[in-house]
């Protein structure tokens, strides 16, 4: 176990071992959140190219928070047999390579679950492992793409936009992986057995789509964009632009606070369509515009304050960690000198935290190695091997 100190685990998952398999995206940022919980994630990146200089951006790769970074050469026996040994160990292992990528480097699922049966082996792809895409390069909006959610967005004069990539990297991918990784582990310490976990976007994104399948199937979902409910065509349901050129949202979807909103903007239901008229909705959102552009985005702001009128300014990356309602609830932390969002959800008993910064790759190779039972003799065989290095940071104590 570890020690006290930087290492000491906190969070309701302390003592629960995952080894990353070092990627990009959607497996990290689920690894980074295990972390948040407690769990003792060890990252397997690449060895860093000789001569290159230092990774400076290291510290603000925030997917790698609350991880340690062993750095191997997976293209070298001796550091596969090192994954395997630290298989043995772990609970848990997630990788986000295209399929058959980990079975060529003789790490696939098969060979994990030789070495420790208990394993639960968790995979994050795009496409899934099958299908005529499963070896097809893609990004969070190409597989938000196949959903059907991506045509939902946008205004319908326009292409849909991309919204970010929480969507599907992280909304479908990430959170289903986790959700699946902490299934199988339960389900594991009943059964003595593990499994593998098939991640996939789109099977992810198409499980949030729930709702709106079932309403496109009664038929209170259009086809067209800027038609629906939360899609922007509901005038009650969209973002306007103030005096200020800021913005507010408006959400008010009930009657009680569709009633309360119309208060607030000065309006009275009587002189307006009914709520729910679509033909009438184009006319509304114009007089709301309207209406909008009259005050600024703070003046709203005071105005809907206490009216259950679900009004709210739309703040910029920046001004978003100055509000009162994020300052009262401590949603950002500031760890290693950098402002870093908290750790989330919440625990009354066993509290999640920043522990560590993110490592440059291979800053903790030794400690690590040694902490998950790897010998002096076999680390330092793998330093001469040069399948494994150890960065010129200093190794965390």
């Known amino acids: 176990m570890l020690g006290k100190g930087i290492f000491a685990l906190t969070g309701p998952l302390d003592g629960f071992r995952v080894l990353e398999i070092g990627g990009l995206g959607p497996a990290p940022f689920a690894g980074a959140l295990l972390g948040d919980l407690g769990a003792d994630v060890v990252r397997i990146d690449r060895i860093p190219k000789h001569g290159a200089p230092p990774d400076v951006t290291a510290r603000v790769d925030f997917y790698n928070r609350n991880k340690r970074s062993v750095a191997l050469d997976l293209k070298q026996p001796e550091a596969i047999a090192t994954v395997l040994k630290l298989v043995e160990q772990a609970d848990a292992l997630t990788e986000g390579f295209r399929p058959s990528v980990m079975e060529r480097l003789g790490l696939g699922p098969e060979v994990c679950h030789t070495a420790n049966p208990r394993l639960v082996y968790a995979r994050m792809t795009g496409w899934g492992q099958e299908g005529p895409l499963a070896q097809e390069a893609g990004h969070d909006i190409n597989f938000l793409a196949l959903t059907g959610a991506l045509y939902c967005l946008g205004d319908a004069d326009r292409p849909p936009p991309p919204p970010l990539n929480l969507v599907a990297d992280l909304g479908g991918g990430s959170l289903y992986l986790i959700v699946g990784l902490l299934a199988a582990a339960m389900e594991a310490r009943q059964s003595g057995k593990g499994q593998t976990i098939d991640a996939a976007m789109i099977d992810g994104v198409t499980h949030l789509m729930s709702g709106f399948q079932a309403s496109r199937q009664r038929g209170s ?177």
């Open 221 to 397: 979902w259009t086809e067209r964009r800027s038609d629906n409910f939360f899609d922007g065509g509901a005038p009650y349901y969209r973002c306007y632009a103030t005096k200020d050129a800021k913005f507010i949202a408006v959400g008010a979807l009930e009657p009680q606070f569709y009633a309360n909103l119309l208060k607030v903007m000065g309006l009275t239901e009587e002189n307006l369509p009914a709520q729910n008229d679509r033909a009438a909705w184009p006319q509304m959102r114009e007089q709301f515009a309207k209406i909008v552009a009259e005050r600024t985005r703070e003046e709203w702001g005071a105005a809907a304050m206490g009216q259950d009128a679900c009004l709210t300014p739309v703040l910029t990356i920046d001004e978003a960690p100055t509000h009162p309602q994020m300052r009262a609830r401590n949603v950002y932390t500031t760890f290693d000198q950098l402002r870093h969002p908290s750790p989330a959800p919440r625990f009354s008993r066993t509290a999640s935290g920043l522990r560590m910064p993110p490592p440059s790759p291979g800053q903790d190779s030794r400690q690590t190695l040694a902490d998950w039972g790897i010998s002096t003799d076999k680390i330092a065989a793998l330093e001469m091997a040069s399948a494994m290095a150890a960065s010129n940071v200093t190794t965390r104590e």
